[in-house]
């Protein structure tokens, strides 16, 4: 790849190995990046050790969405979901690309959102089509559809234990899903909310996710935390931009969007700290719970390169796709 992809590069999705040993990386040419964590971060590292142990082309558009099960690292771009095994990645076997495990092809443009309902085993899809698409990973079959928004989704969060999914789309809502009936339970219009309110940027929900009763989400509307027992909003977080992408951490909620920062709140709606990035706009914040030894937050963006922080306070380093 020459200087003028490089510099056009956007990352779009992360996930970490089941061993958390290792990185994957999505960008908009399609790419996907595999990344030593364990030599990146050993006191031998080199520039190399920066750099993918394997690239290979998943998809011929963006790779929107990536997501690890305890075998396989799903990818999701323009209409298709492909399967690859992290063993043959991590051996960086190459006679596999374009040929992953698994490959379903849908008539769904960007898939922007997948997550996995531990409860009954099963892939949960959001995307262009308005809808979202329950499989089954086992036989990998698609077993039902949930209707209701009218615009793309873009992000999703399953409550297992309360037999929940929770979808954020274009339109503004957040829509809560009993999975067992597939219907609507809730829909709760951000935008309609006064302290929540942005009409400057629009009304979409770019980023949600759930930790026992509470909820976080933000997009067009401010960034808020809701609780989800009352349905209303306990703290709004003063960030500008739009929010892509939050999640919560200890005490906190990290938080990264337009600008070039992540974010550490506190609960209760205070800005603690901003964190310089390198990119200039963010799309995509992970935290690697998976392995002690290579425990990191790693941000992507608008930029070929990906910055790790071994400690939240500081960027310790990029990685170069």
């Known amino acids: 790849m020459g200087p003028v992809e490089h510099l056009h590069m956007s990352v779009f999705s992360q996930s970490f190995s089941p061993c958390g040993r290792f990185l994957a990386a999505g960008n908009n040419y399609g790419e996907i990046a595999v990344f030593s964590l364990s030599s990146a971060l050993s006191p031998d590292a080199t520039d190399l050790s920066q750099t993918p142990i394997l690239t290979f082309t998943a998809h011929e558009g963006p790779v929107f969405s990536l997501f690890s099960t305890d075998s396989h690292l799903l990818s999701a771009g323009n209409g298709e979901i492909s399967a690859w095994s992290w063993a043959e990645l991590i051996k960086r076997v190459s006679m596999f ?16 959102a997948m997550t996995v309902n531990p409860t009954e085993n099963s892939l949960v899809i959001g995307g262009g089509d308005n809808n979202i698409h329950i499989m089954d990973l086992e036989s990998g079959i698609f077993k039902s559809v949930l209707q209701g928004h009218t615009d793309y989704i873009h992000c999703l969060s399953v409550r297992e234990r309360e037999g929940e999914i929770l979808s954020g789309g274009e339109d503004g809502a957040v829509r809560i899903w009993d999975h067992r009936t597939g219907q609507s339970v809730h829909c709760i219009e951000v935008y309609k909310y006064e302290e929540c309110a942005r009409p400057q940027y629009g009304k979409w929900i770019s980023c949600l996710t759930t930790e026992s009763d509470w909820m976080l989400c933000g997009g ?56 310089p990035c390198t990119p200039h706009s963010l ?30 306070s500081y960027r310790t380093f990029s990685l170069s796709f």
């Open 97 to 112: 690309i374009n040929a992953p495990l698994c490959r379903s092809s849908l008539e769904i443009p960007e898939i922007n």
């Open 220 to 275: 067009g509307p401010s960034l808020s935390l809701w609780h989800l027992r009352s349905m209303s909003p306990t703290s709004i977080f003063p960030l500008s931009g739009c929010q892509r992408q939050a999640n919560f951490y200890q005490d906190m909620i990290l938080s990264v969007g337009e600008g070039q920062c992540v974010s550490h709140c506190l609960l209760g709606g205070e800005v603690k700290a901003q964190i």
């Open 283 to 312: 799309n995509t914040l992970a935290l690697n719970l998976n392995s002690t030894d290579n425990r990191v937050l790693t941000v992507g963006g608008s930029s070929h390169q990906i910055d790790v922080f071994t400690n939240l």
